[in-house]
């Protein structure tokens, strides 16, 4: 088992940044590879970006590529969400995530989620 809090969302202006963590309980932490998810109001929860148990590997969505990064430090339990130009349409209540099988693209994929942070941009 797994808990997670995340922490440094806020408000920010457009083309500012925030960087998120996400800090994670239990001695498993390690073993899993995590995601981080959005979801605006009156929209779906979408997948944002996602990394390897090892760090190895990173994936983001098309919307943030380019702009957002993940990291993790496992000595930590911390996963990380570095957030740069930020837009107005990034608002939303951001959610890390253990993926526990599948792709890493779909909120199917995860357990163990944390109650999120909100970012809200200004234009």
């Known amino acids: 088992q797994v808990q997670l809090v995340e922490s440094g969302g806020g408000l920010v202006q457009a083309g500012g940044s925030l960087r998120l963590s996400c800090a994670a309980s239990g001695r498993t932490f390690s073993s899993y590879p995590m995601g981080w998810f959005r979801q605006a109001p009156g929209k779906e929860r979408e997948f944002v970006a996602a990394?390897?148990?090892?760090?190895?590997?990173?994936y983001y969505a098309d919307s943030v590529k380019g702009r957002f990064t993940i990291s993790r430090d496992n000595a930590k339990n911390t996963v990380y969400l570095q957030m740069n130009n930020l837009k107005p349409e990034d608002t939303a209540v951001y959610y890390c995530?253990?993926?526990?099988?599948?792709?890493?693209?779909?909120?199917?994929?995860?357990?163990?989620w944390g109650q999120g942070t909100q970012v809200t941009v200004s234009s």
């Open positions: 990394i390897s148990w090892s760090g190895g590997s990173t």
């Open positions: 995530a253990a993926r526990i099988g599948g792709s890493g693209y779909y909120t199917s994929d995860y357990a163990h």
